[in-house]
């Protein structure tokens, strides 16, 4: 199947460690993205690439980091400079063709204890 | 600065009635507008998208208005069914780089 996943769908953090989201998609897809979504709000652009061992700052990259090692790869780390990380994490892929819409991943729920 | 309104009240509606969602947006001209729906825990889902020189678009019981001199958006659903229950958001986006802006969405329930 065709698709973009991630992983895990839980995750749960103590406070001052770094914790890894990962996002896999195989659609052959250029672009990658990561957003956040809190309770009852929108998304958030974080991070995004167009293309690998290249990628930008979206609106709210303080405290996360990302790496494009490979087309289909698109981790992002969530670190112990980011203050308010509890949020559902949402990865999402498209082509690079205009007007393309973005593929989501199903999302990772991050709880700092 | 640019910004994107949905209502962030729920809309309740009946059974079988027309569903029409808002999206209105200030500060920014986009070149089209894409429309996702999302149910609880999982991930947007694309719906519908429009070009900023097309009026309207319908997809089966879809059909979404797009009037760039009001700067707004309309989603409708026709023959809603309880299964049309979820949020919908609105995304902008421009001819410049592949990023779409999201609206915070509206959740719409329909009740039996």
């Known amino acids: 199947d065709g698709g973009i996943t991630q992983s895990p769908k839980y995750l749960f953090r103590k406070e001052g460690q770094n914790v890894t989201l990962s996002c896999e998609q195989n659609l052959n897809h250029d672009a990658m993205y990561w957003y956040r979504q809190d309770p009852g709000q929108g998304l958030r652009l974080i991070y995004y690439s167009q293309i690998v061992n290249d990628f930008q700052k979206g609106d709210i990259a303080e405290g996360y980091s990302v790496s494009r090692e490979k087309k289909e790869s698109f981790p992002l780390t969530v670190t112990s400079a980011q203050k308010n990380p509890t949020a559902f994490y949402l990865c999402a892929s498209r082509g690079l063709e205009e007007y393309n819409e973005q593929f989501f991943g199903p999302g990772t729920r991050l709880t700092v204890l | 600065s640019q910004k994107i309104e949905q209502n962030s009240e729920a809309l309740n509606i009946q059974e079988g009635k027309t569903a029409t969602l808002t999206c209105n947006y200030t500060?920014?001209?986009?070149?089209?507008l894409q429309w996702y729906r999302q149910d609880p825990g999982r991930g947007p889902v694309f719906l519908l998208l429009i070009r900023e020189n097309e009026k309207e678009k319908r997809k089966e019981r879809l059909k979404v208005t797009f009037d760039t001199t009001l700067k707004q958006s309309l989603f409708h659903i026709t023959a809603s069914q309880p299964a049309d229950s979820a949020t919908y958001l609105c995304?902008?986006?421009?001819?410049?780089?592949?990023?779409?802006?999201f609206g915070g969405g509206t959740r719409l329930m329909v009740k039996p």
């Open positions: 500060n920014y001209s986009p070149a089209y």
């Open positions: 995304a902008l986006g421009t001819n410049a780089g592949n990023m779409l802006t």
